[in-house]
């Protein structure tokens, strides 16, 4: 069984300031892949990043950073310098056993304030 | 472009009623997935579809039912057996591998 754990259920944050939405996973496998989506207020989701187990190198990519550690089996998201359009719901997702069932957490959704 | 395409936007059952949910790709993908999303819920898999004419049951396909006749189609159908219908329905599609899925823009659908 797979699963995948996202704390924080909704964080506010003043535009500018940087966040970090949190993702822990469980599974027995050892080949997976984590996921980040967004999905704004529109309703689709947007992909984001995909990491695969054996890449542990964190990824910049403008303002987005991810942070994966299999230590402690989490895959952290931290937005630098907020912006207003960056409200949305975010979305961690796993998927593992070789095949394309992917697991969802249950999504934090982020308010950035102007 | 490619894309996914669901329809309609909104939809409204009436008790007793069954609905159809449709989604179309372009985007030549083998795989297909339904997924229902309530408030608080995340995502949950409904149905998926890995190649045409073949289907799996995922964590909540009771009451509801898929086809895929076409590759580029994976129509959902909401039945009377579902007594909870009421929720955000999302459709993706993914290439071979544990490539991302593409999501199309949802269906809300609501009992009258």
């Known amino acids: 069984a797979q699963k995948v754990t996202q704390a924080q259920t909704e964080i506010s944050v003043v535009e500018k300031e940087d966040v970090t939405l949190d993702c822990v996973y469980e599974?027995?496998?050892?080949?997976?892949?984590l996921f980040w989506y967004k999905q704004p207020p529109s309703g689709e989701l947007v992909f984001l990043i995909r990491?695969?187990?054996?890449?542990?190198q964190n990824e910049i990519s403008g303002r987005y950073s991810w942070n994966f550690q299999k230590s402690t089996s989490s895959f952290n998201f931290t937005i630098t310098a907020s912006q207003v359009v960056d409200s949305a719901v975010y979305f961690c997702a796993l998927s593992s056993g070789g095949y394309q069932k992917v697991t969802f957490g249950t999504g934090t959704k982020l308010q950035v304030i102007p | 472009d490619g894309g996914i395409t669901q329809s309609p936007k909104y939809l409204f059952r009436k008790e007793g009623q069954n609905v159809t949910l449709s989604c179309e790709q372009n985007?030549?993908?083998?795989?297909m997935y339904w997924y229902r999303q309530d408030p608080g819920q995340g995502l949950r898999l409904i149905y998926y579809?890995?190649?045409?004419?073949?289907?799996q049951k995922g964590d909540i396909a009771e009451g509801y039912s898929v086809s895929r006749e076409k590759k580029e189609s994976f129509p959902l159908t909401v039945t009377s057996a579902q007594k909870n219908p009421t929720a955000f329905y999302l459709c993706a599609s993914s290439g071979t591998g544990l490539t991302p899925q593409h999501f199309g823009d949802g269906t809300r659908l609501s009992i009258l």
């Open positions: 985007l030549n993908h083998d795989a």
């Open positions: 990491r695969n187990s054996f890449d542990e």
């Open positions: 579809s890995q190649i045409v004419n073949d289907f």
């Open positions: 599974t027995r496998d050892t080949t997976y892949y």
